[in-house]
């Protein structure tokens, strides 16, 4: 009696481990990620998409302030303690905000003001400088680049658009160019809180730091390689799937 072929079995058991396999690769290549990363050729630059922690990446940092570079963070009245300016003073100064004040009085000494209120219409601080102004902190291994992109209003709301943020963009790329030494710059999504950019949510606002960085990058070589910080809480706010196509798409 001849015996049974089982060979059929055995091929159709592989073929569907398989697609089992290629369902699974596509599945896990589709999946939503923590971090993106896309290598351009011309430019030879890089843009990180990360969720994380700003101040724990390595590299320049780019921290958002007001037209009056205010630091006061102590009832949480003028700078809210949450901040990513809270945040800077509180775990790169160590809360010593005489010291912070002064560095930053230091790197605006040649910006020119374009007005000062009264102590007795706005607390805090007085002296108003252009939207786009950036102060460079710290020292070339690792700078700070403290960039005023919203309009502080003497109530202490502060306040953003779209030009503002494209305007104070086109400064921060600029000011890496000359003091960063093309090394590694790290952006939170700024716009994003307190700003109140309402017409863009953080999605739109991320990509428009990418887009900025890659169309500035195509005139001038701003930096080898730029980490956009997405905060944790912001994560499922962000369709990264969504992020990563815009991405093959520059």
């Known amino acids: 009696m001849r015996k049974i072929e089982k060979k059929p079995l055995a091929t159709a058991a592989t073929l569907v481990l398989i697609a089992c396999g290629i369902v699974a690769a596509a599945g896990y290549r589709a999946w939503p990620r923590r971090s993106l990363r896309r290598d351009f ?108 992109y919203t309009y502080m209003e003497n109530n202490l709301i502060a306040r953003s658009n779209v030009d503002y943020l494209w305007e104070a963009l086109n400064s921060i790329w600029d000011a890496a160019r000359r003091f960063g030494q093309r090394n590694t710059l790290v952006i939170p999504v700024i716009g994003s809180e307190l700003a109140r950019i309402n017409s863009l949510d953080r999605e739109s606002l991320l990509k428009m730091i990418i887009l900025s960085f890659v169309a500035q990058s195509r005139q001038h070589e ?29």
């Open 222 to 250: 701003v930096c080898k390689e730029l980490v956009v910080v997405v905060h944790r809480r912001d994560y499922e706010k962000i369709d990264m799937l969504e992020v990563r196509a815009f991405l093959n798409t520059l």
């Open 41 to 148: 050729r011309l430019p030879d630059i890089s843009v990180v998409v990360k969720v994380g922690d700003l101040f724990d990446q390595a590299g320049h940092l780019v921290i958002g302030f007001s037209d009056t570079f205010d630091t006061d963070i102590t009832d949480g009245t003028v700078i809210s303690p949450s901040s990513v300016q809270g945040q800077f003073l509180e775990r790169v100064y160590a809360g010593d905000r005489d010291r912070l004040d002064r560095e930053i009085d230091d790197a605006l000494c040649d910006a020119q003001a374009v007005g000062e209120e009264e102590p007795t219409v706005k607390p805090g601080k007085l002296k108003r400088f252009p939207l786009g102004t950036v102060a460079v902190l710290g020292q070339p291994a690792r700078r700070y680049f403290c960039v005023a």
